[in-house]
């Protein structure tokens, strides 16, 4: 069978080195070089494997600024067919919420798709609610952690995913919708012909305008989460050098680190 994928994907800034809005609680994205978000790799490769072996299209959205086109043109000369960027000055400073519903709303604008693959979390957030979010929003089965993807016919499609205890193995209805973890693929890298195709690929834009939203639930207002205090811890290292010198020495030096641990509780 063709299998038409979506893949949600996100720009984040390439370094560490970020800077946060102390009134706004989000990040300051300007000036720093941003990468398609590590993890969203794996879902791209086996988006890919999956459409190299069932046929059908795979299409990356991604919520963001203008130049979030970057990240979508990237993923095309990997291997994907097309992308839609979704991108309004009402959607900033989304949490989660507001994000997954954004999301969730593009993807019934494309209505069209049979899985939505998904990265474990992106690197800028690490919290893993987005893609559950959009599964909930669409009302659609879901599973998380999935390290293999295995038989798909026209109605199902098995998977393995990680667990505690080991793998759980599930059968579950399409659409839904899988975020896969590091073990499900070796992402691929771009091809001369992937690029070229990517340049010539025109991205269409989804907005306020063109979708159907309900305004309360977008960007910084529509976010249940506030961020109300940003501190910057700073990091010491303290400590107390005591040499071990001679025997003497040694003894003193366990001495000193058993009144330590007693001190703190530790023994």
């Not at 996100?10 to 609680?25: A, F, H, I, R, Y």
């Not at 990040?27 to 890919?48: C, F, H, K, Q, T």
């Not at 009402?90 to 994000?99: N, P, R, V």
């Not at 993807?107 to 800028?124: C, Q, S």
């Amino acid at each position: 069978m063709k299998l038409n994928i979506i893949i949600p994907i996100k720009q984040v800034p390439e370094t560490s080195n970020v800077k946060m809005d102390k009134e706004t609680g989000t990040m300051i994205r300007d000036g720093v070089e941003s990468v398609i978000n590590p993890l969203d790799l794996y879902a791209i490769e086996i988006g890919i494997q999956l459409k190299e072996k069932h046929g059908g299209k795979v299409t990356v959205i991604s919520m963001g600024p203008p130049s979030a086109q970057k990240a979508i043109k990237e993923a095309i000369a990997m291997g994907c067919d097309d992308g839609i960027l979704i991108s309004d000055k009402k959607f900033a400073g989304s949490d989660t919420w507001a994000t997954s519903y954004t999301l969730s709303q593009a993807v019934k604008k494309i209505n069209d798709y049979d899985l939505i693959l998904a990265g474990e979390r992106a690197t800028d957030g690490d919290t893993g609610q987005v893609g559950p979010g959009i599964a909930a929003w669409l009302d659609i089965p879901l599973a998380t952690y999935v390290s293999k993807v295995g038989e798909i016919d026209k109605s199902s499609i098995t998977v393995e995913r990680l667990v505690e205890e080991g793998y759980q193995i599930l059968k579950m209805p399409l659409p839904s919708l899988l975020t896969v973890v590091k073990e499900v693929s070796d992402p691929r890298l771009p091809t001369l012909r992937g690029k070229k195709k990517a340049r010539a690929t025109e991205i269409p834009v989804f907005s306020l305008e063109n979708m159907d939203l309900k305004i309360e639930s977008l960007g910084l207002k529509g976010s249940p989460t506030k961020v109300v205090k940003i501190d910057f811890p700073k990091v010491t290292r303290g400590g107390k050098l005591v040499k071990a010198v001679g025997d003497d020495g040694v003894k003193d030096a366990v001495n000193e680190l058993i009144k330590f641990m007693e001190e703190k509780e530790l023994i």
